[in-house]
Every structure is written in structure tokens, then in C-alpha cells.
């Protein structure tokens, strides 16, 4: 069993923001791969939806408890469906990566994100798979890196995402059945 979680924050107010990324990225996958919709988890700390992928089960998450707790619940449903850190894919936005790029990571530091940062100390270690995604700004962004990742993205950020939202199910699909190493030198 692999377990896809998608980090972002939950609520209207965020549904459209760069952060929320990874959210989009798991609707798109549970859409795509026709999961069951998401169910509330654990009090609502988590939304989560089954299905399969190319025959291997899959748990695909979004954690609610904001990006900096993403750690939390996403360690509880690790533990309580018995899945190793080695298979868990977190997908989430990075602002030192080109718009509309994907980039894939086996290991590593969080790299400045809360989100990862929170998985790494709750899941105990950072070996697990990291499909980040590029929201750099295309120009100069004049304020804090907290208020661009947390603003809205515009309708050309938008269709950025629909074309990495197009290739996301190949690319899961390489991840969950090709040696990582293969699809990473292929990818990156």
C-alpha cells in the first residue's frame, strides 16, 4: 500500500492559493484514477480517499490541520495502515522551482517548507518521496515569500497547473511501478 499526501491548508479562504498545490495535485489524481471521494479522518484532522493505481493500493490524503501540523495526521495514517516512510509520496508547491516544472526527491531537508518539515518530524526521517511543484514567480515578487505562496494564483499560474496536472497520473504511475532512480534521472 502507498500512501499520496497532498499538503496545503484547508478552508475557502486558501482553496486557490499556491500553498494549496499539493491539494489540488491529489483532487486531480483521485479524479483521474476515479477514487472513491474523500472522507473525513480522525476528527477531521484529515481528508482521505482509496483506490488503485496500476493494481497497487493507494491512500491518497490531505492533511487539515494547516501545513506546519501536516506531520501529525499524516504519521497517524502511516501507522495505522502499517506504510513505511519509503512509501509515501508528498506532493507539494516549491518557490525555488520554475512555474509548471516538477521536480522529484527521495530524501533531503524540508528546504525552508513547514509542511515538510512537519513530515519529517512526525514521520521520524526524511526518506520518503517529495514530488515538488514549481511556483516560482515569474517576476519579481516585492513582499514576503509567505504572502506570494499564500496568494491566489493568477489565470496564467492556473493554466500552468493544468498542464503539470496532466502529466501528474503518467508521472505517479512511473513512481509507483519503474526503480525511483530510473524515473528520476528520466524526470529531473
Known amino acids: 500500500m502507498k500512501l499520496i499526501v497532498g499538503l ?7 482553496k486557490n492559493t499556491r ?11 483521485a479524479e483521474y484514477f476515479d477514487m472513491e471521494g474523500f472522507k473525513t479522518l480522525d476528527k477531521g484532522k484529515s481528508l482521505m480517499a482509496k ?3 496500476d493494481g497497487e493500493k493507494v491512500i491518497l490524503l490531505k492533511p487539515q490541520t494547516f501545513m506546519n501540523l501536516s ?3 499524516t504519521s497517524a495514517v502511516a ?7 519509503k512509501d509515501i509520496i508528498a506532493i507539494y508547491d516549491d518557490a525555488d522551482i520554475e512555474l509548471g516544472t516538477t521536480r522529484i526527491r527521495t530524501e533531503g531537508s524540508a528546504a525552508g517548507h513547514n509542511g515538510v518539515k512537519s513530515l519529517i518530524e512526525h514521520l521520524g526521517g526524511d526518506d520518503f518521496i517529495r514530488v515538488r511543484l514549481g511556483i516560482k514567480p515569474e517576476k519579481y515578487f516585492p513582499g514576503a515569500l509567505e504572502d506570494y505562496v499564500l496568494g491566489n494564483m493568477t489565470e496564467d499560474e492556473k493554466a500552468a497547473f493544468a ?3 496532466d502529466r501528474l497520473p503518467g508521472l505517479v ?3 509507483l511501478t519503474e526503480d525511483i532512480e530510473k524515473v528520476m534521472n528520466e524526470h529531473n
Open 71 to 73: 506531520g501529525i495526521p
Open 8 to 14: 496545503g491548508n484547508p478552508g475557502d479562504k486558501y
Open 173 to 175: 504511475e512511473k513512481l
Open 163 to 165: 498542464q503539470v496536472f
Open 51 to 53: 483506490g488503485e493505481i
Open 19 to 29: 500553498h494549496n498545490a499539493g491539494f489540488m495535485a491529489v483532487d486531480k489524481l
Open 79 to 85: 501507522h495505522y495502515f502499517k506504510i513505511d516512510r
